[in-house]
């Protein structure tokens, strides 16, 4: 499927939200990726495709995707893909991925860093515009500028049941989960989303505490070397 790009929004200095019109009509389920491809010149080893959250809602029709642009090491892709201008086409694929929720009587904790927040502010603008409730808290990771900080303040005056709980680093968020959660850990279920290494870590975490893998969803984004 062909999909045109008609919008760009800065979310912080290096986090880019890219909204695409698609050709055909496009349904997902909140929490789903798509993978693009870009074909460009003298693509770099990592090559023409990616995968990528949805980060807008079901309801909006058209799916945006969110991502880090590197601004001193960038991919080639992620140099195509900031030089697309208002109106270039490009391919679409999908949507795929079970990172979604299917059961508002749960309590969930999500373990989200950076641009994992994807995943999750898709799932709860869709809920919130359905007007539906989540039990959860939102353990939200960053080292400084904070996406969509603004629009998750608003949607939280909405969803009473659902906290949020900036955090610095992995270390504060596993001491965080320690004190508050140790002894009822089991009547959660947990949502992990951000690069590989910090979602890995936090699986081991999560399996050390007895945490049941039916109780985990993890979303790995992969290609980011660290954090
Ligand atoms: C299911 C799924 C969902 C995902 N959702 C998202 C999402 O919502 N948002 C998102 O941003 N990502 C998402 N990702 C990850 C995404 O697909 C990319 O892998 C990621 O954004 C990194 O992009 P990049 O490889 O273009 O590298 P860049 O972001 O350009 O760079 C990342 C790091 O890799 C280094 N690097 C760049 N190019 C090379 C190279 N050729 N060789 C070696 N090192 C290099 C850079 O120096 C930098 O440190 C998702 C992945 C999966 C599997």
């Not at 945006?64 to 601004?71: A, D, F, K, L, V």
């Not at 985990?216 to 954090?227: M, P, R, T, V």
């Amino acid at each position: 499927m062909k999909v045109k790009l008609i919008k760009k929004q800065n979310e912080t200095k290096d986090i880019i939200t890219f909204t695409f019109e698609p050709e055909k009509k496009f349904n997902w389920i909140a929490g789903q990726y798509i993978i693009l491809t870009i074909d460009h010149k003298e693509p770099d080893n990592r090559g023409k495709m990616r995968f990528f959250t949805i980060s807008s809602a079901p309801f909006q029709k058209n799916p945006s995707i969110t991502t880090r642009i590197n601004q001193d090491e960038s991919s080639s892709f992620k140099k195509a893909l900031t030089a697309l201008e208002i109106g270039n086409e490009i391919d679409a694929k999908g949507p795929d991925g079970d990172f979604i929720i299917d059961d508002l009587n749960k309590k969930y904790i999500f373990i989200i860093k950076g641009v994992g927040i994807t995943p999750f502010i898709s799932i709860i603008k869709q809920l919130t515009y359905e007007n539906k409730k989540i039990d959860g808290l939102l353990l939200y990771i960053n080292k400084d500028e904070i996406a969509f900080e603004n629009e998750l303040r608003e949607i939280l005056k909405k969803q009473s049941k659902l906290r949020l709980i900036n955090l610095k680093n992995l270390d504060d968020t596993k001491s965080y989960i320690l004190k508050n959660f140790k002894n009822n850990i089991s009547k959660h279920d947990f949502y992990v989303s951000g690069a590989s290494i910090m979602t890995l870590e936090t699986e081991k975490f999560l399996d050390n505490l007895g945490v049941e893998k039916d109780n985990q969803k993890l979303d790995y984004f992969s290609g980011y070397k660290n954090n």
